[in-house]
């Protein structure tokens, strides 16, 4: 079975930075795509940035210009650097891998979730 875990979350006063780090890990050949979603309470979960194993980057409306994804492919590790948090910044973010080729299957994965939580 494949393995992401993750870390990085936390508390931080708005304005401030976190670096958010998930690691695959199991008999894994290749990973087409990683991303971060986040799930506030009482609301659903949303896609918050994804990168394809060529570099190629999708961000939510919301985190453009402040948030940063990337991966490094040896490691089959995902980060995502977030600048300038926000109080609405606030929620449990959860790793994703789609695509993941093992031995034994091709298949979707998650993460046990890490929680960032903006305040003063």
């Known amino acids: 079975q494949v393995l992401l875990v993750e870390s990085g979350g936390g508390l931080v006063q708005p304005g401030g930075s976190l670096r958010l780090s998930c690691a695959a890990s199991g008999s894994i050949f290749s990973i087409n795509t990683m991303g971060w979603y986040r799930q506030a309470p009482g609301e659903q979960r949303e896609l918050v940035a994804s990168?394809?194993?060529?570099?190629?980057?999708n961000y939510a409306a919301s985190v453009k210009g402040r948030f940063t994804i990337s991966r490094d492919n040896a490691k089959n590790t995902v980060y995502l650097q977030m600048n300038s948090l926000k109080p609405e910044d606030t929620a449990v973010y959860y790793c994703?891998?789609?695509?993941?080729?093992?031995?034994?299957?091709?298949?979707?994965?998650w993460g046990q979730g890490t929680q960032v939580t903006v305040s003063s």
């Open positions: 994703n891998a789609r695509g993941v080729l093992t031995t034994a299957s091709l298949g979707t994965y």
């Open positions: 990168i394809t194993s060529s570099g190629n980057t």
